[in-house]
């Protein structure tokens, strides 16, 4: 017998192969938007340029910093206020659309995300921003994109190192929500055919980056895994690897392309169905195991060391994550097996299959 309570959150997708500039003239039109704020990364500065001929821009962001320091984000509130603006249309990668999210969430102005890699921040309600060290995250739906433009040939100028840490990035929102607070059958069957589609395409765009087919795939699978998280909230995983981020100023991307498999053989051997689900997607290969060989397959950053992560912050990792770490998580993580896993992963040790060890 199944019993559950889903939330699905809702929003609108314009999916389409060269279809942006039209997508977001449209979306913006169902808006009655007469006053847009385009925050938009510098390398898509050209498709900016073409979506203001097209709509009243009033003002533009382009200096986007990851992890969203708050006073980035006070700026782009005070400006939006300034210019009476109904709409923003953000064009990039997470950081894009978490300063977005930021706006929205002071100002309930509805966002048009135009993502450029595979973050899934704009599947999401969840908004986060950097003070410090640290990084504070929480969900509030005014953040929640009304609409989100994918359009595969937007992704050929995003590097193939940043593409492949973009798309484990999105693997890790499908596999953290198999364990994740809210985690339930409706969307771990998002994120297990997220998986599906998020492997065959990353080996695809790792074949060959001009894959339009494997990069829509990987887009598909993105979007189907940020769906899951959103509703199953965040697991072990994205609790590691937002207090690194902050901690650390880390590539947000990277860090979570490294520590997915460490996570997945510390919960894997308590979590038997989500570790089966994985390794189903990466053809019978451990799961663990399997997302190691994987990220090692798409070459990848392959330590918390080689992103400048310093061995001295290992304990101040330590004693930040624990308190996080949500009761629902499958095996109790204690400050000894949790500086294992941050050690591991700091290290880039080989991870490899031992039943023995996925179950102490």
Known sequence: MKSFDHTTLGQRVMFGRGGAVKNVVAALDSL???????????FVAELADTIA????????????????PVANGNAAVALARAE?????????????????KVVARETSIPIVAVPTTFAG?????????TEGDRKTTGTDPRVLPATVVYDATLFASLPGPLTLASGLNALAHAVDG??????????????????????????????????????????????????????????LHH????????AFSLSHADTHAVVLPYVTQFNGGSAPEAARR?????????????????????????????????????????????????PSNPRQATRENLRELIVAAWA??????????EQR
């Open 32 to 42: 009655s938007a007469s006053r847009v704020l385009v925050i938009a990364d510098a």
């Open 53 to 68: 001929t097209r709509v009243p821009v009033m003002a533009r962001i382009d200096e986007i910093v990851q992890h969203v």
């Open 84 to 100: 009476t603006v109904d709409a923003i249309v953000s064009i990039g990668g997470g950081s894009a659309t978490g300063l977005a």
């Open 121 to 129: 921040s704009e599947a999401t309600d969840v908004w986060g921003h």
């Open 178 to 235: 198999f364990w994740a607070p809210r985690a339930d059958p409706i969307n771990t069957a998002l994120g297990t055919e997220g998986i599906r589609a998020l492997v065959p395409g990353l080996r695809g765009i790792a074949h060959n980056a001009t894959d339009l087919d494997a990069r829509e795939s990987t887009m598909y699978g993105a979007y189907l895994a940020a769906v899951a998280f959103a509703s199953a909230g965040s697991g």
């Open 239 to 246: 609790k590691i690897c937002h207090v690194l981020g902050g």
């Open 278 to 326: 994985v390794s189903d997607a990466l053809g019978g290969a451990p799961a663990a195991q399997g997302l190691y060989e994987l990220r090692r397959e798409l070459v990848t950053v392959d330590s918390l060391r080689a992103l400048g992560m310093p061995e001295s912050g290992i304990d101040h990792a330590v004693d930040r994550v624990l308190p996080l770490v949500p």
């Open 348 to 357: 880039g040790d080989p991870v490899k299959h031992h039943d023995s060890e």
